[in-house]
């Protein structure tokens, strides 16, 4: 017994000061890593969604997240109460403002008071701005985009309840009359959204009066797709215009070096 | 009574300008009220005086976007008034969570919940700038304001004004955490904006200052200051508290009962005289 205790003691000599600052540094860093990586996760997930509709003038989502203070100004501004600060349960970035525009769609206010408050210009003026005035029907805070199974003017029953309520009746929605073959006798009159000239306010979306809207605003990125350089229309001479900064695409796919012949004689195994 | 005042004059005044500043948020919000719209992020006072959160601005900045003048003008305004009234005067004085945690440190005080914990507390208080440094560069790396998006402090404020949701449940993790968890936990510990401050209030002129001749060594000041390494002179030295981890709370000079603490204007040539 009495051998073993010095030994033991030996095992509680107090560390030195080295091990204990390299000990000390790598416990800080563990720690930093572990908090900076979970905290990481979390806002990634956090400021993930897509489809979430902002105030007119705001800027692009990206831009828009790094630039809102979250003050919540632009929702004390807006006079129909439209305007919501994401609360903790939303599932939207925390915080912001956004609204739904079934519940209440943007009216657009000519002297858009929302955006001129905002303090950071995460809401930009000068994007709802012609000729330095206000100009609240160059907004875009999203799109409409029509369902048309669901649609009871694409059925044949007549509404334009959407056409209607549109603030910028006749640009942003028109109405196209089709025959209606299965009466013979009857027209369609079917809602078409015009992307150029929607702002995405959603009174659309608010008069419909399907059980669930039938036309919907989503965000414009999220609906639009992109032709890309390779299709221009080439008899819209502002359309060739984007052939001007159009960059040279290579194509990257390896030609078969084999002979025709060779490929029609073999098995079907390379085609796999 | 009177004694009674004396002991929580400056806890009624904070907890006064605390709940009033909340119901002025709140009726901006409600019903249109102009003298202080907006929370605590970025306000403005009568629709003229911009107020913003320079630690928010800072993220922006790190995150990468484009600070508007205004924003500028509403971050100058606030770091000029915590200069003068104490940088972590806010923590004490503004900030909501301050009743949140002032109540499960009161009842850890009552329930004695320190006694079974022993008296080692298993984190530093040096964690804050940690978690501010951390902030930043989360924020340059994602993009985002990092503290922003989790922020309590701006989740309790936010939903008083605006609507909770699950804000209750911020509420109530902050108060369980500092309750069982770690005593002073989330303001004396981890909160990066109390760190921010801490950095400001290091040049701030309102002072606590200590008279050492009239000290009767009670440590009431110590028991009851959340923030108890700031009073490392009470005793031995007539000194200002200079700490910027000082909250301004004025907690110490209610419980003093021999005049030994008292508010007062920095003194800058005692300054030199030791060192700060």
Redesign the interface.
């Known amino acids: 017994m009495s051998e073993n205790r010095p030994e033991k003691k030996k095992k509680k000599e107090p560390i030195s000061d080295r091990r204990r600052f390299i000990l000390n540094m790598a416990r800080g860093a563990g720690i930093a890593t572990v908090g900076g990586l979970v905290w990481s996760a979390y806002v990634d997930e956090v400021t993930a969604s897509e489809l979430v509709l902002r105030p007119p003038g705001a800027l692009k989502e990206d831009d828009f997240l790094k630039t809102c203070i979250k003050c919540g100004l632009c929702v004390e501004a807006c006079p129909y109460d439209t305007l919501l600060l994401a609360k903790p349960g939303d599932n939207k970035p925390l915080g912001t403002p956004y609204f739904v525009p079934r519940d209440i769609p943007c009216y657009m206010c000519p002297d858009i008071p929302c955006v001129p408050v905002c303090p950071t210009g995460a809401l930009d003026e000068s994007s709802v701005t012609t000729d330095e005035k206000l100009d609240i029907n160059i907004a875009d805070m999203g799109l409409a985009v029509v369902d048309e199974e669901s649609c009871i003017a694409f059925w044949g029953i007549q509404c334009d309840a959407c056409y209607r309520a549109c603030p910028i009746l006749g640009k942003a929605i028109t109405i196209e009359y089709e025959k209606n073959t299965r009466t013979g006798k009857h027209a369609f009159m079917k809602p078409i959204v015009h992307a150029d000239a929607c702002t995405g306010c959603g009174m659309c979306e608010r008069a419909c009066v399907t059980e669930k809207s039938a036309i919907m605003i989503l965000p414009r990125e999220t609906v639009t797709g992109k032709a890309g350089d390779y299709y221009i229309k080439g008899w819209d001479k502002e359309d060739e215009k984007r052939l001007e900064n159009a960059k040279e695409i290579k194509t990257t796919t390896e030609l078969s070096k084999k002979s025709a012949m060779d490929s029609l004689n073999d098995s079907l195994e390379d085609l796999y | 009574m009177k004694t009674l005042w004396n002991n929580y004059r400056y806890l009624f005044f904070r907890r006064l300008t605390q709940v009033g500043l909340l119901v002025l948020y709140f009726g901006?919000?409600a019903w249109?009220w102009t003298l202080l719209?907006?929370?605590l992020?970025?306000?403005?006072i009568l629709g003229i005086i911009?107020m913003?959160?320079p630690y928010?601005?800072l993220q922006?900045l790190a995150?990468?976007?484009?600070?508007?003048v205004?924003?500028l003008i509403?971050v100058g305004v606030v770091t000029l008034l915590y200069f003068i009234i104490g940088g972590r005067a806010f923590c004490s004085w503004v900030c909501p969570i301050n009743m949140i945690t002032d109540a499960a440190n009161f009842l850890r005080r009552k329930l004695g919940i320190d006694r079974i914990q022993g008296v080692k507390q298993p984190a530093s208080r040096n964690l804050r700038y940690?978690?501010l440094a951390?902030?930043l560069?989360?924020s340059f790396?994602?993009?985002?304001?990092?503290f922003?998006?989790?922020s309590p402090i701006?989740?309790v404020h936010?939903?008083i004004?605006?609507?909770?949701?699950?804000?209750w449940?911020?509420m109530l993790i902050i108060f369980l955490f500092d309750l069982f968890i770690l005593k002073n936990g989330w303001c004396g510990h981890i909160c990066p904006l109390g760190g921010f401050y801490s950095l400001l209030g290091k040049f701030s002129l309102l002072r606590v200052h200590h008279i050492q001749e009239n000290c009767t060594l009670c440590m009431k000041c110590k028991e009851v200051c959340p923030e108890h390494q700031v009073l490392h002179m009470i005793g031995k030295q007539t000194l200002p508290v200079l700490s910027g981890e000082c909250t301004n709370c004025a907690r110490c000079i209610e419980v003093c009962d021999d005049e030994a603490l008292e508010f007062s204007i920095r003194k800058l040539a005692q300054n030199k005289i030791t060192g700060e």
Not at chain 2, 41 to 44: A, D, F, H, N
Not at chain 2, 63 to 68: F, N
């Open positions: 901006a919000n249109g719209m907006g929370n992020s970025s306000s403005i911009p913003s959160d928010a601005a922006m995150a990468g976007a484009v600070l508007a205004d924003l509403g940690w978690v951390l902030s560069i989360i790396i994602m993009g985002v304001t990092a922003e998006f989790i701006s989740m936010r939903g004004v605006f609507g909770l949701g699950f804000g449940a911020a």
